[in-house]
């Protein structure tokens, strides 16, 4: 099927005059996660991540991705005639040196500009005037080989209240428009589609696990536009908007009228600045090239003076405020309500005999009662669990709160060698059951109304090897010594990142994903400009007080088993001395980690006082929502070793 697709795509290639096409992993907007509208390399590639970059000439094609996906792809590509190339490794070269080397002299380079970010098409602009060609950017071929092609997504946005947002969409536009200021800018281009609902304060449902909309924006001086599917805006939120003067028009008409505006708003800024005779210079508009797509760029460089910069919004989007700080607090503890609840049935759906050891629980009026514990046994007979039956067992945990909207990304439930696999996704064709043995690793979360929450537990199963307790320690201690730092402000994830990875390395091991992510409040779960990873760096991502980052470090055996445990944590200021100021985290993630994995002389005092302190948190917020034996066994799992 995919070699038939692949010929198709050739064939209009060839009719457009395309010896290259280029197909990356992006909607209109630079998004992470896209609808099924815009997964066009999915479609001609078969390969199923969430990133990846598809290159297709007329004899031979190449799929580049990166190592959170290297053991997927290998499965997803071994029948195809496409070639998978691991980013990052040695003797890789990257997706603009191979289309130099493999575009024939005099060939174009064709792609669609709308899903090509402005930095990657200038940059495969110049291969091809270095090769005597030119760059196509109008080729969207996927409409004229995917016939069944789904439709584009449109779902009705709603308003975030306040109380929610602790931030009015009013002076949220009051402060970009005074950055906007600062950086000479009279017009700001936004198309970053969590920046836009993060401003306006809305939220809808037009990317799976992402509650946004697909939308551009124009802000000018005292208008702003909005281009949207105005067809699904209700009556309340068209009002919201007009109260915000801004101006609600048609997604479709976006570049067009853009280029309209750019030229109404040049004849206003000359009869201001010098008459109508007067003959200004362009237009000064702020967009990040690194965000516009390739369309948008040339566009703006042809039409206005580009002021390339940040969105002066993404940043201020990363420092939560005091509102949602309060919100998050409270998501984080519905969703470790939730997520122990499921750990607690998971653990007893097993053998687990001799487990209990009633010295060991936190709260001593709990311990007396440990010994008459009743354990539960997988019953006999009953159909199995499974990946696929786990994540939904969750789901409905994390579905009896009022406030639960959906997850916030794609549940990873992986058993056994699975979790070597970092973005492992089980399918109703391919799954497999959990047996009492070995470790399963379940990366999850949830957007609230209250804010999104992630999270990563790996449980022993059963009875593990030496090996994996090793590995599971050395993966528990590289999160502790994450989480427990206190370092001066100006430092970036670049510089903490190390503070996870050095016991790894020590053992000479490592992870091919970054140590941490930052996380949007009811937005995306993947959310800059803050992160812990030798690539998050530049003034941007310095770490400030109200960031929310997630910890987690891993250790992938390819064909054996994975390991992953992930925290989210929340930047605070701490001591300000003569040497500066401090800065720490706040835990906002509360679940007990398997100590069933642990192997305790592994680990340092330091070490195990942090997770000592940790789980008598864990335990201090908690209890009060559990009873009976569900309460017994949470003193047993945060017991102190």
């Keep these: 099927m995919i070699s038939e697709r692949l010929n198709m795509l050739r064939t209009e290639m060839k009719k457009a005059g395309i010896s290259c096409y280029i197909i990356p992993t992006s909607d209109f907007h630079n998004s992470e996660y896209v609808s099924e509208y815009f997964m066009v390399r999915k479609f001609f590639s078969g390969f199923t991540g969430s990133a990846g970059t598809l290159v297709v000439l007329a004899d031979r094609a190449a799929l580049f991705t990166d190592g959170r996906y290297f053991i997927q792809a290998e499965k997803e590509?071994?029948?195809?005639?496409?070639?998978?190339?691991?980013?990052?490794?040695?003797?890789?070269?990257?997706?603009?040196?191979?289309?130099?080397?493999?575009l024939p002299q005099g060939g174009n380079i064709g792609f669609d500009g709308r899903v090509v970010s402005g930095t990657d098409g200038a940059r495969y602009e110049q291969i091809a005037r270095k090769k005597g060609g030119t760059v196509l950017c109008n080729a969207d071929l996927a409409d004229v080989v995917w016939k069944d092609r789904p439709a584009m997504p449109a779902t009705e946005p709603f308003i975030l209240e306040e109380c929610y947002s602790g931030e009015s969409a009013a002076k949220k536009l009051a402060r970009v428009r005074?950055?906007?200021?600062?950086?000479?800018?009279?017009?700001?281009?936004l198309t970053s589609l969590d920046d836009i609902a993060w401003l306006l304060n809305l939220r809808a449902n037009d990317v799976a696990c992402c509650p946004v909309f697909l939308a551009n924006m124009v802000i000018g001086k005292e208008k702003a536009y909005l281009f949207a599917n105005e067809k699904v805006f209700g009556e309340e939120v068209k009002a919201y908007l007009s109260d915000l003067n801004v101006e609600l028009r048609t997604y479709d008409i976006f570049y067009g009228d853009l280029?309209?505006?750019?030229?109404?708003?040049?004849?206003?800024?000359?009869?201001?600045?010098?008459?109508?005779?007067?003959?200004?210079?362009?237009?000064?508009?702020?967009?990040?090239?690194?965000?516009?797509?390739?369309?948008?760029?040339?566009?703006?460089?042809?039409?206005?003076?580009?002021?390339?910069?940040?969105?002066?919004?993404?940043?201020m989007k990363a420092i939560k405020n005091e509102t949602e700080i309060a919100n998050l607090r409270k998501a984080h503890l519905l969703d470790g309500i939730a997520v122990t609840s499921f750990m607690y049935d998971l653990k007893n759906l097993y053998d687990l005999k001799n487990m209990y050891d009633p010295k060991d629980a936190n709260d001593p009026k709990d311990a007396n009662d440990l010994k008459d514990m009743t354990v539960l046994k997988?019953?006999?007979?009953?159909?199995?669990?499974?990946?696929?039956?786990?994540?939904?067992?969750?789901?409905?945990?994390?579905?009896?709160?009022?406030?639960?909207?959906?997850?916030?990304?794609?549940?990873?439930?992986?058993?056994?060698?699975?979790?070597?696999?970092?973005?492992?996704?089980?399918?109703?064709?391919?799954?497999?059951?959990?047996?009492?043995?070995g470790l399963l690793m379940i990366d999850s979360g949830g957007h609230y109304l209250e804010g999104s929450t992630d999270i990563t537990r790996t449980f022993v199963m059963g009875e593990i090897t030496d090996d994996m307790k090793r590995d599971f320690t050395l993966v528990v201690r590289a999160m502790l010594r994450l989480k427990g730092l206190s370092f001066l402000y100006g430092c970036k994830g670049e510089h903490l990142d190390l503070a996870a990875r050095e016991v790894l390395w020590e053992q000479g091991l490592d992870y091919k994903h970054g140590t941490g992510h930052g996380v949007g409040y009811l937005l995306n779960v993947h959310e800059g400009p803050n992160g812990f990873s030798r690539r998050v760096g530049g003034p941007e991502s310095v770490l400030e007080e109200g960031m929310v980052t997630t910890d987690e470090p891993g250790i992938y055996r390819e064909g054996q088993y994975g390991i992953r445990i992930e925290n989210e944590l929340l930047c605070r200021k701490g001591e300000k001395n003569e040497f500066g100021q401090f800065m720490y985290f706040e835990d906002l993630t509360y679940v007990p980690i398997d100590l069933d994995g642990i192997r305790k002389e592994d680990m340092d005092a330091r070490e195990i006082g942090l997770l000592n302190a940790y789980h008598a948190s864990v335990y201090e917020k908690l209890s009060p929502y559990f009873e009976g034996e569900k309460r017994k066994w949470l003193a047993y799992a945060t017991r102190k070793i």
């Design 378 to 437: 997988k019953p006999a007979g009953k159909v199995p669990v499974t990946e696929l039956s786990l994540a939904e067992a969750l789901a409905k945990e994390r579905e009896k709160n009022p406030s639960y909207i959906e997850p916030s990304f794609e549940t990873i439930c992986a058993y056994g060698e699975n979790g070597a696999i970092i973005h492992y996704t089980a399918t109703e064709e391919e799954f497999a059951e959990v047996r009492g043995e």
């Design 178 to 189: 005074e950055a906007m200021a600062k950086k000479g800018a009279e017009v700001h281009v």
């Design 259 to 315: 280029n309209d505006l750019l030229s109404q708003w040049k004849k206003e800024v000359a009869s201001e600045v010098a008459g109508d005779a007067g003959k200004p210079d362009k237009i000064k508009v702020l967009a990040d090239k690194g965000q516009i797509n390739y369309r948008l760029l040339e566009l703006l460089e042809g039409s206005a003076k580009l002021i390339n910069a940040p969105n002066p919004g993404t940043r």
């Design 77 to 102: 590509l071994a029948d195809s005639p496409i070639r998978l190339m691991k980013m990052g490794n040695p003797d890789v070269p990257t997706i603009a040196g191979y289309i130099e080397e493999n």
